[in-house]
């Protein structure tokens, strides 16, 4: 059973291309919704990716120096706050 039709979703793509070449303000709209897009992206992703890595190598060190998993995820707790 097939939950969606490849011709409909092609003529769907088609009509909503030539909708939006016919209308200048679609195009404006378009390109603004294309670039806000790409521009989205930051270095904070990177910045988050790098905290979680240290505090998860903290929790590691901490539970496996002390046998404890309860002071491994007090400092996860701690530092996702």
């Given at each position: 059973m097939k939950l969606h039709?490849?011709?409909?979703?092609?003529?769907?793509?088609?009509?909503?291309?030539?909708a939006i070449k016919r209308s200048p303000e679609l195009k404006r709209e378009a390109r603004r919704a294309?670039?806000?897009?790409r521009k989205h992206y930051?270095?904070?992703?990177?910045?988050?990716?790098?905290?979680?890595?240290?505090?998860?190598?903290?929790?590691?060190t901490i539970v496996s120096s002390r046998?404890?998993?309860a002071a491994g995820?007090?400092?996860v707790t701690i530092?996702?706050?």
């Open positions: 039709s490849p011709q409909f979703e092609r003529a769907l793509k088609r009509a909503r291309k030539s294309s670039r806000g897009f930051s270095g904070s992703m990177i910045g988050r990716a790098l905290f979680a890595g240290l505090l998860g190598f903290y929790a590691w046998g404890n998993a995820l007090a400092l530092g996702c706050d």
